[in-house]
T-cell receptor, first 110, second 116 residues
C-alpha cells in the first residue's frame, strides 16, 4: 500500500474555495482514495472517499482523474473552523488498512 | 451512538514502567486499529484486528509492544518496559465492511503518552 504525497501547508481566506492535491503514483487497483481531517488533540475524522471520477457530499468534493494517480479535495467557502491538517490516505480494499502520508496543514485566515 | 473511547487521555510515567492503553471500539465494528502519531514519523499503523484476531502486526516497533483484543468491545496496547522514545499520541480506530466496500475508520481522541 503506497504512501501519498501532499503539500506541507496551504493558506486561504474565509469564503474562498480551497483545493488540496494529493499524489499517489503507485495506487493499486483495489485501493480507494480517502480524505481525513484532523484538529489538534483529536483523532482524524473522515471527510470523503472515492474510487474514480467525482464524488460530492455535504462538506466536500473529490476529483479523481482517469489514471487515479492523483486526487483533489475541494472545500467550498472555507471558514476559520476549517483550519486543520488534511490527510489523503489510500484505503486498501483487500486489507482494510489505511496508510497515512504527512498531511497538509490548512490555515484559514479572516 | 458513542464513538471510539480511549483511556487514559494523558499518561505520564517514568522510563521502565509498564504502560497500558485501552480502547473501546464502536459497537458492531469488527475491525480495530492501533496507530501512533509523532512529529517525526506522522501517523503509523501499529497493528489491526478483525473479529478480535490480530491480522497484521508488522507496524509494531519491537517486542516491548503488545496488543490484545479479548472481546469485541475492548482492546489494549501495552508497552513494557517503556522508553522515552515511545512518547507519542496513540490512537485507536474501528470500522466495518458493508458488502465489498470498507467503511470509514472512526478514530478515538487518542492517548498522549509521555515517558520521562
Amino acid at each position: 500500500l503506497a504512501k501519498t504525497t501532499q503539500p506541507i501547508s496551504m493558506d486561504s481566506y474565509e469564503g474562498q474555495e480551497v483545493n488540496i492535491t494529493c499524489s499517489h503514483n503507485n495506487i493499486a487497483t483495489n485501493d480507494y482514495i480517502t480524505w481525513y481531517q484532523q484538529f489538534p488533540s483529536q483523532g482524524p475524522r473522515f471527510i470523503i472517499q472515492g474510487y474514480k471520477t467525482k464524488v460530492t457530499n455535504e462538506v466536500a468534493s473529490l476529483f479523481i482523474p482517469a489514471d487515479r494517480k492523483s486526487s483533489t479535495l475541494s472545500l467550498p467557502r472555507v471558514s476559520l473552523s476549517d483550519t486543520a491538517v488534511y490527510y489523503c490516505p489510500l484505503f486498501s480494499g483487500n486489507t482494510g488498512k489505511l496508510i497515512f502520508g504527512q498531511g497538509t496543514t490548512l490555515q484559514v485566515k479572516p | 451512538d458513542a464513538g471510539v473511547i480511549q483511556s487514559p487521555r494523558h499518561e505520564v510515567t517514568e522510563m521502565g514502567q509498564e504502560v497500558t492503553l485501552r480502547c473501546k471500539p464502536i459497537s458492531g465494528h469488527d475491525y480495530l486499529f492501533w496507530y501512533r502519531q509523532t512529529m517525526m514519523r506522522g501517523l503509523e499503523l501499529l497493528i489491526y484486528f478483525n473479529n478480535n484476531v490480530p491480522i497484521d502486526d508488522s507496524g509494531m516497533p519491537e517486542d516491548r509492544f503488545s496488543a490484545k483484543m479479548p472481546n469485541a468491545s475492548f482492546s489494549t496496547l501495552k508497552i513494557q518496559p517503556s522508553e522515552p522514545r515511545d512518547s507519542a499520541v496513540y490512537f485507536c480506530a474501528s470500522s466495518t465492511w458493508t458488502g465489498a466496500v470498507g467503511q470509514p475508520q472512526h478514530f478515538g481522541d487518542g492517548t498522549r503518552l509521555s515517558i520521562l
